[in-house]
Structure formats: C-alpha cells, structure tokens
C-alpha cells in the first residue's frame, strides 16, 4: 500500500512536504515515483527516485522540488518549493513498473 500524505493549501511561492508511506513490498530496492493529475489532465510523472538514491524531475520542477527517501522508514518524500499555481493537483507515489495508485493529497496553490 502506498499512503501519500502533507498535502494542503499554499500562497505561490510556499513549501510543502509530501510524504509516502509504504507497506506490502520490499521498499528498499524498488525505484518510487511521485506523479500528479490536474484537473482536466493526465497524469504525469513529476519525480522519481531509485534504489540508489539517483533522481530525476520533470521539467517543469527541476530546481524548485526535491525527491528523497528513508528506507528505514519505508517512506518516500517531495519536498516542494517556489510553488506556482500550475502546480495545483492531486499528487499520488507510486512503486515504478506497477500500476498501483495509493490515496494521493491534494496540493492547492493560490495565486
């Protein structure tokens, strides 16, 4: 299971934390992802992490957020900063290659 938290509302140019709890596989070698969907829009692949801590971003994030993990804690992080409206949506983890979708948070940036 894949159980996304800190999501919430934020002024643009603020800072969120997210956090992605996981149970039910062996975390620590797996690749995890933290994805997105606006409203009226696919959903999209905004970061991704591997077993051996390599990152990447799309885009449209690189220099504001940062992905991470602690695999003591089985638990993957977003940390968000500089936000802008258009990243407004529901943010979701995911364990890369599966298609399984935890509960995702909403993230709401106002302008």
């Known amino acids: 299971q894949l159980q996304a938290s800190g999501g919430g509302l934020v002024q643009a140019g603020g800072s969120l934390r997210l956090s992605c709890k996981v149970t039910?596989?062996?975390?620590?070698?797996?690749?995890m992802e933290w994805w997105r969907q606006a409203p009226g829009k696919q959903r999209e692949l905004v970061a991704r992490?591997?077993?051996?801590?390599?990152?990447d971003y799309t885009d449209s994030v690189k220099g504001r957020f940062t992905v991470s993990r602690d695999n003591a804690r089985r638990s993957v992080y977003l940390q968000m900063n500089g936000l802008k409206p258009e990243d407004t949506a529901v943010y979701y983890c995911?364990?890369?290659?599966?298609?399984?979708w935890g509960q995702g948070t909403q993230v709401t940036v106002s302008s």
């Open positions: 992490i591997t077993s051996s801590g390599v990152t």
């Open positions: 995911r364990r890369a290659g599966f298609d399984s």
């Open positions: 039910g596989f062996n975390f620590a070698i797996n690749t």
